[in-house]
């Protein structure tokens, strides 16, 4: 029998609702502790803002980390913004909550894998079929981190 209420998408809903409540935890008391967040998303996504010379870098998926050095993260019910620092230039980023692919929060080793493509698709605690690349920001801007570590096998 077809799936007519799509339960696959009422679980993405509530999955992204947990991404969504972890940055407007960190927007309104920062950080605790040594968590911090790695959020992979989807650069050519509808609504999604971020420079051209970043777009033309990851023409499809870029991964960003909100650590120690990010300012002015706010959060709405379908996107959230910040501003980090690429290059030692201060850059302002909106990223609507389908364009993510995955989050992660290594200090407590734990992730979310969205799968499906442009605003469609089935979420899923999963490990990625493929290597991520990431735009860290932390200490050393513009350093590239590699996700695998903190990826279940």
């Known amino acids: 029998m077809k799936d007519l209420l799509r339960y696959d ?51 499809e998926e870029m991964t960003v980390v909100l650590e120690h050095q990010f300012w002015d993260l706010e959060v709405v019910e379908d996107r959230f913004s910040v501003t980090l620092s690429f290059q030692n230039r201060p850059e302002r980023l909106v990223i609507p909550f389908e364009a993510i692919t995955a989050f992660a929060d290594p200090a407590v080793k734990f992730g979310l894998q969205f799968q499906g493509s442009a605003g469609e698709g089935d979420a899923a605690p999963a490990a990625p079929a493929g290597p991520a690349t990431a735009e860290a920001k932390a200490e050393k801007p513009g350093e590239v981190v590699t996700l695998d570590a903190f990826r279940k096998k």
């Not at 999955?15 to 650069?43: C, D, M, N, S």
């Open 9 to 59: 998408k009422m679980v993405e809903a509530a999955l992204r609702g947990v991404v969504r409540e972890a940055l407007a935890r960190a927007a309104t008391k920062g950080l605790p502790g040594a968590h911090h967040f790695y959020i992979t998303f989807r650069t050519r996504f509808p609504g999604l803002a971020l420079p051209d010379y970043l777009a033309e870098r990851y023409p």
